[in-house]
């Protein structure tokens, strides 16, 4: 069957029919190409244009025996590819055999062993500062939902447990020995959902869990043939952040309570300690060169080595809860001593900071590598054929993969009229930096918004900001105005779709992943271009590889995919029709405008009020085109 009757089919399958775009084919086409002759490809394919369907069928329409690898960046893309679209190829007879399987990183089940020993204790330890009140009885409940369930996924709950709860109750791969060490092994739920990945023609896994399996040499994942990475703008920092370590005290105190009496318990106190003065800080020549951090690391590596002696060997009368314990124990001892040789021993290519997270705003000293492209190709793409693809592709991406002279790149456009559809307006505003900016921008925000009817997704680069815009128009509209932190995010999403006139207020994590299609999202407004922080500190590191070069090279497409991905939420189907406002003036008068503009739909563009209530007062074939300027 050829890729276009494959898709044909599937579209059948929807309520209504569906429609097979020219788009959707080519990449199929190019996907089943790339998997026949295992050659590297890169798809940007704009949004509408269906690009699941399109490397679904692309890949798997082939009935060998290739596994395939799906990567995504978000939760809501592995749920729709198993629950959805797999199901669908499936139903649709285009591989009635088809398999899959939903895989996640281990401590996102409960871990059987972890159970029973929780269960038989009468207290949980407790973390400095963590109100344990009620812990007792989540655990309980965690417990008592185990007994019922099949998979043992976190995600199955009805309810979200306490971080404290829920870490009495599952094991990370830091800490697990593994099934056979286990006394609880042959039962486990995580090896239980490795084992139906083996046996998987498609394997569905998020970005960190790629980046675990390329951090362990390749050991995560069952063998596979072709590895999808969908979303893959994300790739570059997830995958800098799971081949880095992370070392807080409270990692320390975690491994100090796996062995009672521990001598690790003080040096977790040792290492807040070195660490406090230097939180919000890039450690330019590493952990190593910072005499009060060397100094608590060696201490803590040499206690580590003679706790690790003392675990070898059974000591008498050991029951099976207690060698499980000396096991997870001693598997988080090896790991946390690897850690700590990673971190002295970073070089050049590696970032070191420390940075403010966790329980308590615990310090946190943190080691990414600048790049990654080296491990990638080493690991990844040396046994598999890799498919890059997202709506929006950073340029160079390949070279910063591992796959420089290698990968075909390709473009399928989108089947949306950007040009009838949408409107890209940039105001007038004093710059980002003059004081005046602010209370002009909140001005033209409340225009914007009175000139829409509400329905507007407003999209900020910092909490500081979107609270301030958010106070300045409290009461000053007729429209609901919701912020991000009044509600959890999918709720926040359905009190926006549902009530047409409410407007959302909310900064970086909603620049993607939500999808508003209709008119309860008619504009989306951005206060200013997303560039980097200057001091963040991987940001900070390539620009000095960078060099001359860094604002063209490191800045200037971070803020592009970005700025994209953030406008990219208005047009979500071929009937809507809206206008993206950005509230930075150097998007139509820096020099670099170019190359942001770019990235972004071909929507028309202006400078005028005017145009903005004209679009929103005509109807959709009474648009005047407006040209840009």
Known sequence: MTPEAALEKLAATLEGGGEVRAGQIEMARAVATAVREERPLVVQAGTGTGKTWAYLVGTLLDRGSRRVVIATATKALQDQLAGKDLPTIAAAGLRKDLTWA????RSNYLCRQAAAEASREADTPALPGVDTRGIGAEITKLLAWATDSRTGDRAELDFEPRPQAWASVSVGSEECPGAQACPSGGSCFAEAAYERAREADVIVVNLHLLGAHVASGGFVLPEHDVVIVDEAHETEDVLSAALGVMMTPGRVAAVARLAPGSALVRHRDALDRALTPFVGKRLAKGASAEAPVAEALADLAQVVREERGALRGAPEGETQDQKARR???????????????????????????????????????????????????????????????????????????GLAGRATELDVGSPFDYRTQSLLYVPKLPDVRHPKHEAAAHEELEFLLTAAGGRTLALFTSWRAMRAAKSALDGRLPYTLLAQDDLPKPALIEAFRTDESSCLFATMGFWQGVDVPGDACSLVVIDRLPFARPDDPVAEARRERAGPMAFAVVDVPHAAIRLAQGAGRLIRSATDRGVVAVLDPRLAEASYRPAILGALPPMRRTRDRSDVTAFFTSSPAGVEPIPPR
Request: proline residues 6%; without cysteine; glycine residues 10%.
């Open 102 to 105: 939903v895989l996640k990183g």
């Open 327 to 401: 096991e997870r124990a001693a598997k988080a001892l090896d790991t946390l001593a690897a850690d700590v040789d990673t971190v002295l021993g970073a070089g050049d290519d590696y970032v070191t900071w420390v940075e403010s997270s966790g329980v308590g705003n615990q310090p946190s000293l943190r080691v990414a590598p600048v790049d990654v492209g080296g491990e990638l190709a080493k690991v990844l793409w040396s046994s598999a054929t890799p498919i890059l693809t997202s709506a929006t592709i950073p340029p160079g991406i390949s070279a910063r993969l």
